[in-house]
């Protein structure tokens, strides 16, 4: 099993730009998310999906777009991407969607927006 | 808003020795309290979790110690390694709550174990 699958790994664009980063998970997980993590502020959740065809807005969805049409992928969308956007975004997954139990990170995109 | 603080931000700890990261948690709701360790380059992944029905838990080196009452936890790595060095994260969460409960976390520590 692959686990949870990122792509890219590296990333860069122009400000203004669009582009979809790519999360996909072989592990029948329910609940999937998107968090982003930049030096000092920890991982901060950008949205989440309960399953097929739902989704939620975390802590910093702004500029950011998702969607969910089925259990493997959870495609996170930058509409216009901003310099404020440059950091590390982490995709994760966990079995159901409590929270009291363990979730699964892939290893990141590093994206830099110029 | 910043609901779980975490210190310090880095520590440098010789091998051998105890590395001890603290957290401070604000929402008296959260009933989950995890610690992360992310190595370079790659995700976090779970070290260990408490509930607050305990005041201690402990995994081999790893033990978290929890005071409730001063909503605190704190993560302790008995007889440090290099192979340690990674940077830990704790986080909360209401984990009883319904569909969609999450995770949140601490700004981080970066630990160095020197050989």
């Known amino acids: 099993n692959a686990g949870v699958t990122q792509t890219p790994k590296f990333q860069v664009l122009k400000t203004g730009q669009s582009m979809t980063l790519q999360c996909a998970q072989d592990?029948?997980?329910?609940?999937m998310s998107w968090y982003r993590q930049d030096p000092g502020m920890g991982l901060r959740l950008i949205h989440y999906?309960?399953?097929?065809?739902?989704?939620d807005q975390g802590e910093v969805p702004n500029g950011y777009n998702v969607s969910r049409s089925t259990t493997e992928d959870f495609p996170l969308r930058l509409l216009s991407a901003a310099p404020s956007q440059t950091s590390v975004y982490f995709c994760?997954?966990?079995?159901?969607?409590?929270?009291?139990?363990?979730?699964?990170f892939g290893d990141g995109t590093r994206l830099s927006i110029l | 808003q910043q609901q779980v603080k975490q210190s310090p931000q880095s520590l440098i700890v010789q091998k051998g020795g105890i590395s001890i990261i603290n957290c401070a948690y604000e929402?008296?709701?959260?009933?989950?309290f995890p610690w992360y360790q992310q190595f370079p380059g790659k995700g976090p992944a779970l070290l260990i979790a408490?509930?607050?029905?305990?005041s201690e838990k402990k995994e081999g080196r790893f033990t978290i110690s929890f005071n409730k009452s001063a909503k605190q936890f704190s993560l302790h790595i008995m007889d440090s390694q290099p192979g340690d060095s990674a940077t830990y994260f704790c986080?909360?969460?209401?984990?009883?709550?319904?569909?969609?409960?999450?995770?949140?976390f601490g700004e981080g520590t970066q630990l160095t174990v020197n050989p």
């Open positions: 994760a997954t966990r079995r159901t969607v409590y929270s009291n139990q363990p979730q699964h």
């Open positions: 592990m029948n997980h329910e609940y």
């Open positions: 999906s309960v399953g097929a065809g739902i989704t």
């Open positions: 929402n008296t709701a959260f009933d989950y």
């Open positions: 408490i509930r607050p029905d305990v």
């Open positions: 986080a909360a969460s209401r984990g009883g709550e319904t569909s969609g409960s999450r995770l949140t």
